[in-house]
Nanobody
């Protein structure tokens, strides 16, 4: 059973910082791309950032220069450093991981979400 366990959300003032973590556990052959998405109330879930197994990254325009995605392939963990936070960054943040099982089948898994609230 594969699980994605997120942590690091919370309440922060505008201009502040947070670091989100997402650890993947269970049985699988490899982890391919990992990413962070977010969903604000009344809005669709949107891409925030992705990172390949080789470390290539991509960001939504709205977070470029403020957020940084990284991963630790030994710990099977992906991180999202959120700096210069704005009220419009308020959302539930979800991590996603594309895994290959021992039959080389590709499966996508999601975390349970962690709330980030930016408010004074």
């Amino acid at each position: 059973q594969v699980q994605l366990l997120e942590s690091g959300g919370g309440l922060v003032q505008p201009g502040g910082s947070l670091r989100l973590s997402c650890a993947v556990s269970g049985r699988f052959r490899s982890i391919n791309a990992m990413g962070w998405y977010r969903q604000a109330p009344g809005k669709q879930r949107e891409l925030v950032a992705t990172i390949t197994s080789g470390g290539s990254t991509d960001y939504a325009d709205s977070v470029k220069g403020r957020f940084t995605i990284s991963r630790d392939n030994v710990k099977n963990t992906v991180y999202l450093q959120l700096n210069s936070l704005k009220p419009e960054d308020t959302a539930v943040y979800y991590c996603k991981a594309d895994l290959r099982d021992f039959a080389f089948r590709r499966n996508t898994y999601w975390g349970q979400g962690t709330q980030v609230t930016v408010s004074s």
